[in-house]
């Protein structure tokens, strides 16, 4: 049975991750050269192969003595929570612009493409940027804390697909509104707590 809570709260921390990553910078620069519904079929699927790989992952990691999980779950919150701090630190314009001209030279060969093309250029830009991704190693953790593979994939995948949609329809309106180092550092905190909880969890068995 689906837990809501567990959706919404996997949903809002991998929408969170995900915001200052390169990978909505690719999307927001092909959702400029292509029909955008073409653009976010191959993302999306892209997306939702990262989120089976990740929770297959941490169903692996729940297989571990209940202490133990607790314990590497704590580890990888922390670890995260300095990631996205970081990312969000590090955030500039010089390094966004970098990016998306490395995204307008590849889409630029696509150009006049049809549907097949344009998704897969889509979903392979996306599957090679998020192998070892924040998003893909909180999906994992989440997957093995909370023990509900079908919530977590849920969630993230949702999380993950809005933050592609506002990417290629419009990122940069979206950053006016909500600036990334702000985003982020809520995030981290989040993570920071989760990972406190966890390490609790871990000592008292």
């Known amino acids: 049975m689906l837990d809501l809570g567990i959706i919404v709260t996997v949903f809002a921390l991998a929408f969170v991750a995900e915001?200052?990553?390169?990978?909505?910078?690719?999307?927001?620069?092909?959702?400029?050269?292509?029909?955008?519904?073409?653009?976010?079929?191959?993302?999306?699927?892209?997306?939702?192969?990262?989120?089976?790989?990740?929770v297959s992952a941490g169903q692996l990691l729940s297989l571990l003595p209940g202490r133990l999980v607790e314990g590497v779950v704590a580890l990888l919150f922390v670890f995260g929570a300095w990631l996205i701090w970081r990312e969000g630190a590090h955030h500039d314009e010089v390094e966004a612009e970098g990016e998306a001209e490395s995204a307008d030279a590849v889409s630029g060969r696509f150009d006049g493409a049809g549907f097949l093309k344009v998704a897969s250029l889509g979903y392979g830009v996306i599957f090679v940027a998020e192998w070892g991704d924040l998003t893909q190693i909180l999906t994992a953790n989440l997957a093995a804390k909370y023990h509900d593979p079908l919530s977590v994939g849920i969630g993230a995948t949702l999380g993950l697909w809005l933050v592609a949609l506002l990417a290629i329809l419009g990122g940069k309106t979206l950053l006016k509104f909500m600036p990334i180092v702000w985003i982020t550092r809520v995030a981290a905190v989040v993570m920071v707590v989760l990972g406190v909880l966890s390490a609790v969890s871990a000592v008292r068995g």
């Open 19 to 54: 915001l200052p990553d390169k990978s909505a910078v690719a999307g927001l620069v092909l959702g400029t050269r292509f029909p955008w519904p073409w653009v976010f079929t191959g993302v999306a699927a892209a997306f939702l192969t990262h989120v089976v790989i990740a």
